[in-house]
C-alpha cells in the first residue's frame, strides 16, 4: 500500500523561505515514476507546481513559479522535497504531493493544462505566507 506523507509547511513572512518534504513509502524510486507537487488555496482549483521524473531525473515547473521554486528527488530516501524562496502571499495553500507508478505525467507541458490523474495523493501540509 502507498503511503505519502508531506511535512515542512508553516507559517512564513512575506519573502522567506520553506522546505517541503514529501516522503512515499511502497512505492518504488527504482522504476519509472513521476512526483508531482501540487497546491490548493481557500476557493480555488488545484494546480500544479513542479514534477520530477524518475526516469531521466528532469523536472519542470509551472512557469510562474519557476526560478522560485526547486524540486528534488533522494531516491534512497523515497523522498522528494520543493524548496520555496521569496514566498508571497498568494503562495499561501494546501501543498500536496502525488506519485505517479509510471512516470508519464510529469513532462513539459504538463502544467498547461495542469495535469491531475496520479495515482496516489498525500493529505498535504499547510503554507501561509503573511505579509
Known amino acids: 500500500e502507498v503511503h505519502i506523507v508531506e511535512s515542512g509547511g508553516g507559517l512564513v513572512q512575506v519573502g522567506g523561505s520553506l522546505r517541503l518534504s514529501c516522503i512515499v513509502s511502497?512505492?518504488?524510486?527504482?522504476?519509472?515514476?513521476?512526483i508531482g507537487w501540487f497546491r490548493q488555496a481557500p476557493g480555488k482549483g488545484r494546480e500544479g507546481v513542479s514534477c520530477?521524473?524518475?526516469?531521466?531525473?528532469?523536472?519542470y515547473y509551472r512557469t510562474t513559479l519557476e526560478g522560485r521554486f526547486t524540486i528534488s528527488a533522494d531516491n534512497a530516501k523515497n523522498t522528494v522535497y520543493l524548496q520555496m524562496h521569496s514566498l508571497k502571499p498568494e503562495d499561501t495553500a494546501l501543498y500536496l504531493c502525488?506519485?505517479?507508478?509510471?512516470?508519464?505525467?510529469?513532462?513539459?507541458?504538463?502544467?498547461?493544462?495542469?495535469?491531475?490523474?496520479?495515482?496516489?495523493w498525500g493529505q498535504g501540509t499547510q503554507v501561509t505566507v503573511s505579509s
Open positions: 520530477v521524473s524518475g526516469s531521466d531525473g528532469k523536472t
Open positions: 502525488a506519485a505517479d507508478r509510471f512516470g508519464d505525467l510529469c513532462y513539459s507541458g504538463s502544467f498547461d493544462p495542469d495535469t491531475l490523474d496520479y495515482d496516489y
Open positions: 511502497g512505492f518504488s524510486f527504482d522504476d519509472d515514476y513521476a
